[in-house]
Structures are given as structure tokens and as C-alpha cells.
């Protein structure tokens, strides 16, 4: 098949085109910069430089594809006060590449998330399919976005074969830039390694090659207006991701009250207390997928965290 990439040479979508590559598939990635556009071609990967605003080369792209995953996000705006504008963006990008496919029977796959799906409970693949209870603790751009994943779904009635792949929180892996490594930043930085009030609330985690390998899966088999977890770690207590961390860094390990949460872990403050667990086992009986990689303790505890926040 040959595959139009959006977000091909971030942390996930760097996996995800040696992925496809390795099994034979022709791989487009969109580029927006030079060093992104050089470490596709690298790995063997055709490129179209441009953004995911540049609504009429995504659809010119998609059209001429036999399907499409779409890994692009505006993190960078997300996580300076611009979510809703990020989550917009995407939006208008998902309306493109729809369209393009429409009336085709050709797979369309995209990234999500399962934070916040189910307060306090563990998150099926059967949560966030009624718009409006999902929506009902939900606002701004989380809500945005979430919105966008369940038009993607839609899409199926398009004759479209749709599927959403739910990230959780962390996506872990040598070389992250994300929860964990932030959250080894700030124990160094504030010279304790913290969580929120007992630490019991759960995050769920998959190694990024496990995610990788799911958005394959999910591209090759999935049923139009499938929603998948890319899920192997269940839920992991953040007491315990911190005792590795202030293992590894020889630090105390700290009970930071929930109203202190902000100034503690700054933007973190407003994930790190949820109780988010999330299931990945309809996913698996659907499309066969096993992680087989590390889990995030494991992870943890081989030590490139703290190598890398050096």
C-alpha cells in the first residue's frame, strides 16, 4: 500500500513509518521542516514538506494514497494556553483527508487519547462513543478533540474504513520528551520526586513500538469505525513511577497535596493526579495485538530516562 504519514517524524509517527516500511509498504511522510524531511528519506520513506494547514496538499496527498494515517498535532500550541486553536486545526485537517477518501473503502487512521474518557473508572473502547456523555465532563479543547475522533468514526457512513487508536497519557520509549521525562525534570529540579496525595490514582502506558505496531494493525484490518486502545499497561500507580524515579536519582520520595499540584509540577499538575486506567482487550480479540515490549516500569528502570534528562 502506499501510505500518506501526517506527524511522520515525531515520537510516535517515527515508529510507525519503520513499522510500515518493514512490512512492505510505501510510506509519504508530511514534512515541515528540513530535519524532518531528512530523517524520513533516511529511513527510506518519500516526503511531502508542508503542515497540516496545508489543506490542499493533504487532500491532493490522501487521494492519491490507498490509505492514511494522521499523527499530526499541534503539541506545540496545545501546551502554551492553545489546545481549543490546536485541536481546531486538526479538525480542519480530518474534514480534508475525509474527504479525499470518501466513496473508497480505503482505511483512515487516527491518533486520539483515553485521558479523560471515564473519570475514576477503567475506559473501554465502548466509552466515548455517545457524543453527549462524552462531552458532558468534557470542555474546550479536549472537548474539541474528542469531537474530532468521533467524526472520524462517522466517516464510516462515507464509506471510509475509519478507525481511532487511543493513546494513553504516556507513550514511553528511549528518547521520550513527554510525561515521564518531564516528570524526571521536575524531581531533579525541585530536588524531591512527588506524586498526589496517596499516589494510588493510575496511569495507563504502552511503549511506542507496541503503539506502532497497533497503527499497522489498525490500517491493514480494522473494521470501519473501529476505536482501538493501544494499551499494555493497564494502570500503573504514580507512587510507583515515582519511587523509581527518586530511586534513580537518589531522592526522597514526597506527598505533594493536591492544591500544591500546580505549583509543584506545573502543567503537569492539571493530568498528574487523575485516576485514568484503560483497557486494551476488545482491541486485542479484534485484531490479534500483543505488546511485547517493555512495560513502563520496566522502562522506567533501565535508566535512558535519566541518561537523557542530563
Known amino acids: 500500500m502506499r501510505v500518506f504519514v501526517t506527524g511522520a517524524s515525531g515520537w510516535i509517527g517515527s515508529a510507525v513509518v519503520p513499522e510500515l516500511i518493514g512490512v512492505g509498504h510505501q510510506v509519504v511522510g508530511l514534512a515541515r521542516s528540513d530535519a524532518a524531511s531528512a530523517a524520513l528519506t533516511a529511513i527510506g520513506a518519500a516526503?511531502?514538506?508542508?503542515t497540516i494547514d496545508d489543506v490542499e496538499s493533504l487532500h491532493r496527498e490522501a487521494a492519491a494514497s490507498d490509505g492514511v494515517i494522521h499523527l499530526a498535532f499541534k503539541?506545540?500550541?496545545a501546551f502554551s494556553g492553545g489546545f481549543q486553536d490546536a485541536a481546531i486545526a486538526d479538525r480542519r485537517a480530518i474534514e480534508t483527508i475525509g474527504a479525499a477518501l470518501a466513496?473508497?473503502?480505503r482505511p483512515f487512521v487516527i491518533a486520539s487519547g483515553t485521558l479523560g474518557l471515564a473519570p475514576g473508572r477503567m475506559a473501554t473502547e465502548r466509552d466515548g462513543q455517545d457524543?453527549?456523555?462524552?462531552?458532558a465532563h468534557l470542555n474546550g479543547g479536549p472537548a474539541v478533540r474528542l469531537s474530532n475522533a468521533q467524526m472520524t468514526l462517522a466517516l464510516a457512513s462515507r464509506n471510509v474504513r475509519t478507525s481511532v487508536v487511543r493513546l494513553p497519557p504516556t507513550v514511553h520509549g528511549a528518547?521520550?520528551?513527554g510525561f515521564m521525562a518531564t516528570l524526571v525534570g521536575i524531581a531533579r529540579a525541585k530536588g524531591v520526586s512527588g506524586y498526589i496525595g496517596e499516589g494510588a490514582n493510575r496511569w495507563p502506558a504502552v511503549h511506542r513500538l507496541d503503539a506502532a505496531h497497533l497503527f499497522r494493525?489498525?490500517?491493514e484490518q480494522a473494521p470501519a469505525g473501529s476505536a482501538l486502545h493501544a494499551i499494555a499497561d493497564e494502570g500503573v500507580p504514580v507512587r510507583a513511577i515515582a519511587e523509581i524515579i527518586g530511586r534513580h536519582l537518589n531522592l526522597p520520595v514526597v506527598a505533594i497535596a493536591p492544591e500544591n499540584a500546580g505549583e509543584h509540577f506545573g502543567w503537569l499538575g492539571a493530568f498528574?493526579?487523575?485516576d485514568a486506567p484503560a483497557?486494551?482487550?476488545?482491541t486485542r480479540a479484534m485484531l490479534g495485538w500483543q505488546p511485547t515490549q517493555p512495560g513502563l516500569l520496566a522502562d522506567l528502570d533501565q535508566g535512558h530516562y535519566f541518561q537523557t534528562a542530563r
Not at 279 to 282: G, I, M
Open 47 to 50: 516526503v511531502l514538506r508542508g
Open 75 to 77: 503539541h506545540d500550541i
Open 103 to 105: 466513496d473508497s473503502d
Open 131 to 135: 457524543p453527549d456523555a462524552a462531552m
Open 175 to 177: 528518547g521520550d520528551h
Open 217 to 219: 494493525l489498525a490500517l
Open 272 to 274: 498528574i493526579g487523575a
Open 279 to 282: 483497557s486494551s482487550a476488545l
